[in-house]
């Protein structure tokens, strides 16, 4: 591994922390979901144009019909990801929210299964489960709050499948092209999806308090493009099981940033819920690390018997 001048494990905890702040500046935010969904994916694009236009606009000549049809696909689910997830964050709390749409690695085991014919493992079942019994045990006390925290927690978990859904028709694309084009892309068309989708519900794009205008331009720029930004770089100096164990800490810090700035209690039941999603989800991931490395021992293995002595 390459030496860098910059420790990647602080870069990578600066990226939790920004990710984290993203339910937070949800709340404070007046907006409906559709318009505060348009209004990070349009600033982002905004901020995005320079870079793509100076260095990547040329690998638009390259891209298929395939590749289109799976990218607007993708940004299709993104869109209402964040429109789901948004106003999820208008019934339940931020800790509840925020922890159930980690279950994403779990909806992807599901999706790689049923569309990749991916094989399954006791182990990643059992942790599986553990990580839904999490999810029930939060939706529980919710449920015993008020009928209107269940549904919230509810919009989450069909977030966290639209995101799941955005991610698997995006990897095939992804592999062909570069990060910035590929995002740039993505993010272009769910913002016309929900730009139009704003028009079709009657949410007026403005005008706005001059907070409210600050939170949009803060969502593009902490959440969007520094967090995932620096989780991306740290990809060429952390393996992705390193920063995808990191993500789950968002829920933590979300919900310590919900305590301290919005004053939202946290219950018993979403931090026993909380946990148990957290260690299912670990066990899973660090399950998936061992299958893949033990394929990959196998195909080398089959390389070479296969190569003339």
């Not at 001048?5 to 939790?16: I, R, T």
């Not at 694009?45 to 690998?59: A, G, H, N, R, T």
Request: with cysteine; glycine share 6%.
């Amino acid at each position: 591994m390459s030496e860098t001048k910059v420790n990647p494990y602080l870069l990578l905890a600066v990226g939790v922390i920004s990710v984290s702040t993203s339910a937070i500046l949800v709340k404070v935010s007046s907006a409906p979901a559709g318009v505060l969904a348009f209004y990070r994916l349009f600033f982002t694009v905004l901020l995005m144009s320079p870079v793509f236009f100076l260095k990547y606009v040329k690998e638009l000549k390259v891209i298929t019909r395939r590749d289109w049809v799976f990218s607007i696909i993708a940004g299709v689910f993104l869109a209402f990801h964040f429109i789901l997830w948004f106003e999820s964050l208008n019934y339940t709390s931020v800790a509840s929210s925020t922890v159930l749409v980690t279950l994403q690695p779990l909806f992807a085991f599901i999706g790689a299964y049923l569309f990749f014919q991916e094989k399954l493992t006791g182990k990643a079942v059992i942790s599986a489960l553990l990580a839904v019994t999490g999810s029930f045990i939060i939706s529980w006390g919710d449920f015993r709050i008020s009928g209107e925290a269940l549904w919230g927690d509810i919009l989450a978990l069909l977030a966290c499948a639209l995101v799941t859904g955005y991610l698997l028709f995006g990897q095939t694309v992804r592999k062909r092209l570069s990060l910035i084009t590929y995002t740039y892309m993505v993010y272009a068309i769910s913002a016309v999806v929900l730009f139009f989708y704003a028009l079709i519900r009657g949410e007026r794009l403005g005008p706005y308090p001059s907070e409210d205008w600050i939170y949009f331009l803060l969502l593009a720029i902490v959440p969007t493009l520094l967090g995932h930004t620096l989780f991306n770089w740290s990809l060429k100096w952390l393996s992705t099981s390193t920063i995808s164990m990191a993500i789950l800490f968002e829920p933590i810090g979300a919900s310590l940033l919900a305590y301290w700035l919005l004053a939202e209690k946290i219950l018993l039941t979403q931090v026993i819920g909380g946990m148990i999603i957290i260690l299912g989800v670990t066990l899973f991931l660090m399950e998936e690390r061992k299958v893949k490395k033990m394929v990959r021992q196998v195909n080398e293995v089959k390389k070479n018997e296969e190569l003339p002595y």
